[in-house]
């Protein structure tokens, strides 16, 4: 066997309170392309972060070519040829193509001057620009005026400029367009051919399928499996992810899932900033109806129309058949219609205060009297959630910030149910929340529908949406393509309509 | 209660800086005149706090001290009664409020423009309305105001009939202010609303809050308790020019605040600390006139002091947070 390009042997990293990798290991040979795949928690991340110089490894050894290495930062990880390439794009927006190329190595001429060498640098980053696709007038371009698809390839020339042996990629089509996507893989394919390793981390198991010559899974901290191209299938993937059956995973224990009365219906609904085509559909008592569709489908903007944070234009909302006005969240919240939002620090929590403070906040109408807040049912409220959810918090005065994803998320389902939602819209119900929790989150889920809450989950994560859903609204460029159930609702049923296809 | 532990040793430090400066220093006539400057720097300090709180500013205090108090002046002058002056100039600052906190939640502008401007606006306002008031204006335009002055006179002020300081009512008035702010702010929902719209207004928005409704009320507060501080100016001057009369007195309040453990960001802060906050100036200003130094160098010191101040606060709160 030739000597591996990268090889982590039993890496090691503690976090305060966290064991973020137990023991990790894992081999990219030179040109491949190999995917890490794992739930959120599984320390994908803190494994690339290791790899890439930006933490050292507790225990563990990493060797590069055969000689090991010990990164004292990225810096270091950069000149010794492994570049990362984050999630969050790492671009001076206000500066040009060229000039973010070549940051914080310009080429300079005229000794200790240190002159621009526009010249050089312009042939050189004609060169880098052709390696990715770009045409070279791109240059001049500012990076902010860049679509983000262009914004991922210039970020993968400034590391082509750097003689990259080694090149992490961290979600890397988060925010890219199919066409965007088709082209990235395109130029990793060059990258291949030319000699470059690929580590390259994803949830969406299509893509890994696409792009990967062998993909490692990770859980909890360790190795999950590995599964070399023939065996990458997306059942394999999700088996060795979850480390469990699919069907104790997504519960339906509690609900009859058949849907009562409809609670929550929208006719012909209209909203600011959304699609010219109306949007009819019914959520009913006791049912989960998943709503699918490509970023971008309008989905998270319909669920703001409903719960009044995005104005309604026309067509109107009915509550049990009567129609109802909503002119604002405040509204939709006394007629107990409920958001759990996409994004859950932007949207959903005050993140430097206490998790009692997140958890009082949208229920202090009950809570007060005319000597202020009431201490003793303040605290009670937060000790039943606290405990009914199983946060895992020292105490209810902890910032909520300092909790884990998961248990973010379950502050943010604690806060609505102490008002006994009708219903409940679930915008990304689970994103970044480790594989514990949502399991938990998944059960609680079917509990509430149970209870006869109509719930609406909106999500992107397939598996989600089909192991939750009783019914699927799949929704493309605003309007309603087409509702799947039953036999009829399988992923390529999903695809073909969120792409624009037809459900026959 | 570390948040405040900062500004409390300042302020004591201060003290006894004071009572070593000079033998009269420590005198209670001197501490009441210190105790009354400082209520009167409170109350403002306590309203701009509150926007502070809810993430904006309020750059229009000073001028509306000044306003105030021309416009308590020039009313009775007139011949408004004393008594009926009051609620006025306070309607006036409400009023003042209202503006402000519509632009900003409305029209969606930067509350520092809004403020800014305002503070031009209404310095504007008050030298179009009078350049100098004082109370010998109104006595020999009404002789007959002359008890319910001298009345207002020792409920708000503190002075007898003769211009003796009996007891600090300044203080004391923002000790009443102290107990509503503090109510407000740590044991109803209002008070966890502006702390919540201070540091993610968007996450308040989506539990229910009505951002724009609680964004005006502070903004409306502020300006009602600075118009009220006019009241207490003309009061306790002989004379009130408009020239310059609050100037720069937002930036006090501001100062406290911020001494106080706001942040400017937004969300934070303590109605404890705001006090302790509002009082550190006028200790400043007192020591240095006790040393006999030229009170020039009153700028100098009263700065220094403050970034002081600041930095050994920060280090205080870094240190806590470690421990938490």
Redesign the interface.
């Given at each position: 066997m030739p000597t591996p390009r990268l090889e982590v042997r039993a890496a090691r990293k503690q976090f305060p309170g966290v064991l973020a990798l137990d023991g990790v290991s894992l081999t990219l040979a030179p040109g491949e392309v190999l995917a890490v795949v794992g739930e959120n928690g599984a320390g994908k991340s803190t494994l690339m972060k290791i790899v890439a110089g930006v933490y050292t490894p507790d225990a563990g050894a990493v060797t590069l070519d055969g000689a090991p290495v010990r990164f004292a930062g990225p810096a270091d990880a950069i000149a010794a040829g492994v570049s990362l390439i984050h999630q969050e794009l790492n671009l001076a927006e206000n500066l040009t193509v060229l000039d973010n190329l070549f940051l914080g190595r310009e080429l300079t001429c005229g000794g200790f001057l240190r002159a621009l060498d526009r010249r050089a640098m312009g042939a050189k980053a004609a060169d880098l620009l052709a390696r990715v696709g770009l045409p070279t007038a791109r240059a001049t371009a500012r990076v902010e005026n860049l679509p983000p698809g262009e914004k991922q390839l210039v970020e993968i020339a400034r590391a082509l400029g750097t003689e990259v042996r080694v090149l992490i990629m961290d979600e890397p089509t988060s925010s890219l367009t199919q066409k965007e996507t088709e082209q990235l893989y395109t130029v990793i394919d060059g990258l291949k051919a030319g000699g470059v390793s690929v580590l390259y981390i994803s949830h969406r198991l299509a893509e890994v399928k696409r792009v990967a010559d062998r993909v490692v899974v990770l859980r909890d901290g360790r190795n999950a499996g590995e599964l070399a191209e023939a065996d990458v299938t997306h059942d394999n993937m999700v088996r060795l992810m979850v480390g469990r059956d699919l069907k104790q995973f997504y519960p339906k224990v509690k609900r009859s899932g058949t849907g009562g009365a409809p609670v929550l219906s929208l006719r012909d609904l209209r909203f600011r900033g959304g699609p010219d085509a109306p949007v009819s559909l019914d959520v009913r008592a006791g049912e989960i109806l998943g709503t699918a569709g490509l970023v971008g489908a309008g989905r998270t903007e319909l669920s703001e129309a409903v719960f009044g944070a995005r104005a309604i234009t026309s067509g109107e909302l009915l509550l049990d058949g009567a129609p109802v006005r909503i002119k604002s969240p405040a509204d939709a919240i006394a007629a107990g219609i409920l958001l759990v939002p996409e994004d859950r620090r932007l949207h959903g929590l005050i993140l430097p205060e206490s998790v009692g403070f997140n958890l009082s906040l949208p229920n202090l109408d009950a809570l007060g009297s005319p000597f202020g807040v009431k201490r003793r049912a303040e605290s009670a409220l937060h000790t039943t959630w606290i405990e009914r959810l199983r946060v895992k918090t020292p105490s209810a005065a902890q910032p909520v910030g300092l909790l884990s994803g998961g248990n973010q998320q379950k502050v943010v389902y604690g806060k609505w149910l102490a008002r006994a939602p009708r219903v409940l819209i679930l915008d990304e119900p689970t994103r970044g929340v480790d594989v514990g929790a949502k399991a938990e989150i998944y059960a609680l889920i079917d509990e509430l529908a149970g209870t006869g809450v109509a719930v609406w989950m909106i999500t992107s994560d397939m598996e989600e949406l089909l192991g939750m859903s009783d019914r699927v609204l799949v929704m493309h460029e605003g309007r309603v393509a087409g509702e799947l159930a039953g036999a009829q609702l399988t992923e390529e049923a999903v695809m073909r309509l969120a792409t624009g296809g037809t459900s026959t | 209660m570390k948040r405040i532990l900062g500004v409390l040793g300042l302020v004591i430090a201060l003290y006894v800086v004071l009572f070593n400066t000079h033998a009269n220093a420590g005198k209670s006539d001197n501490l009441i005149d210190v105790a009354n400057l400082q209520g009167r720097y409170g109350l403002i300090t306590l309203g701009v706090a509150l926007v502070i709180i809810t993430g904006g500013i309020d750059l229009s205090i000073g001028s509306v001290v000044g306003c105030g108090a021309i416009l308590f002046g020039t009313l009775m002058v007139d011949g408004v009664h004393p008594y009926a002056a009051v609620p006025l100039v306070i309607l006036f600052g409400l009023a003042v409020g209202v503006v402000n906190g519509l632009l900003v939640t409305r029209l969606k502008l930067q509350p520092f423009l809004v403020t800014l401007c305002g503070m031009f606006v209404i310095r504007g306002i008050a030298r179009l309305i009078g350049g100098t008031v004082s109370r010998d204006r109104v006595l020999t335009a009404h002789p007959e105001f002359r008890g319910a002055l001298d009345s207002l006179r020792y409920v708000l002020i503190g002075k007898d009939s003769t211009g003796e300081l009996q007891f600090p009512a300044m203080f004391a008035l923002m000790l009443l202010a102290v107990a509503a702010v503090g109510?407000f702010l740590h044991?109803?929902?209002y008070g966890?609303?502006w702390?919540?719209i201070g540091?993610?207004e968007?996450?308040?928005?989506?539990?229910?809050?009505?951002v724009n409704r609680h964004r005006l009320v502070v903004y409306v507060a502020c300006s009602a308790l600075a118009a009220l501080v006019g009241v207490l100016l003309f009061l306790n001057e002989a004379t009130v020019q408009s020239d310059n009369a609050g100037v720069t007195w937002e930036l006090y309040a501001i100062l406290g605040a911020v001494l106080g453990g706001c942040s400017l960001r937004g969300?934070e802060g303590t109605v404890v600390g705001m006090a302790l906050g509002a009082m550190v100036l006028p200790i400043i200003e007192n020591v240095v006139n006790f040393s006999g130094k030229r009170s020039d160098v009153i700028p100098l010191i009263v700065g220094l002091t403050l970034l002081l101040g600041t930095m050994i606060d920060e280090l205080i709160r870094r240190r806590s947070r470690v421990h938490r």
């Open positions: - | 109510f044991r109803t929902a966890r609303y702390y919540a540091h993610n968007l996450a308040a928005k989506y539990a229910g809050v009505n969300g």
